[in-house]
């Protein structure tokens, strides 16, 4: 079965500190690839995805993942980070051929001003 | 953009009652929706899968006669927690698939809190 770790439980940082969260799953097959922010009070939105092409993913609000197939991962980064910026983080997954999506845990992440 | 909504948005009931909760997709035609239960700062899992017209699929450990979904149309699905219980309190969100070419998104909704004292 399809499952996705995310390592980092609480992140906390600095503004304009750089961000990394971690993601990795467990599938041989075609995967697509997903994150997910959701903010205090907010319903979940999507940051980026990938299916195919440029391994590299650049989504909104300046943050991008990258995807190696050779690590299973597909980790969340951002150059600089801001205080607009604290909020759960979810890395998920679906198969090419299935619809459902599989979340990871959650990565809270918060910004200090 | 593609928008799904949730009604009611919070609802407290007593214990041994029923509650629906509807998840319609606005301005997109939903031929699959999902329902997720989400605990404090927990992350979402997968109750069931719902397709327009036929039963709904779910994941191991939910009981399908408790947690009744049914996907009358392409813009709406329900789902119904029967006689409910204090454990079933919880945040349930809904999701609605749309698939352009080979491009495949799910769009959520904004949740419902469910009580049940």
């Known amino acids: 079965a399809q499952s996705v770790s995310q390592h980092n439980h609480h992140v906390i940082l600095s503004e304009a500190a750089s961000l990394e969260l971690g993601c990795n799953y467990s599938y041989g097959g075609t995967v697509n690839l997903f994150w997910y922010v959701q903010y205090p009070g907010q319903h979940l939105q999507l940051l980026l995805k990938y299916f195919s092409g440029d391994p590299l993913v650049k989504g909104i609000k300046g943050f991008e993942a990258e995807f190696i197939k050779s690590k299973f991962s597909f980790n969340l980064r951002k150059p600089s980070v801001q205080w607009s910026d604290t909020a759960e983080y979810f890395c998920a997954v679906n198969e090419g051929s299935a619809s459902k999506i599989i979340f990871g845990s959650g990565t809270r992440l918060s910004i200090r001003p | 953009g593609a928008v799904v909504s949730q009604h009611p948005s919070r609802v407290i009931c007593k214990s041994g009652t029923s509650v629906k909760i509807e998840c319609r997709s606005l301005?997109?035609?939903?031929?699959?929706m999902f329902w997720y239960r989400q605990f404090p700062k927990q992350s979402l899992m997968l109750m069931a899968t719902?397709?327009?017209?036929?039963?709904?699929?779910?994941e191991q450990g939910v009981e399908k006669d408790k947690f009744l979904i049914n996907h009358a149309s392409l813009t709406l699905s329900t789902l119904t927690v029967t006689s409910a219980h204090p454990e079933d309190s919880s945040f349930y969100i809904c999701?609605?698939?749309?698939?352009?070419?080979?491009?495949?998104?799910?769009?959520f909704g904004p949740g419902t809190r469910l009580t049940v004292t």
């Open positions: 301005d997109f035609q939903a031929t699959t």
């Open positions: 999701s609605a698939a749309r698939t352009s070419g080979i491009s495949y998104e799910q769009y």
């Open positions: 719902s397709n327009e017209g036929s039963k709904a699929t779910y």
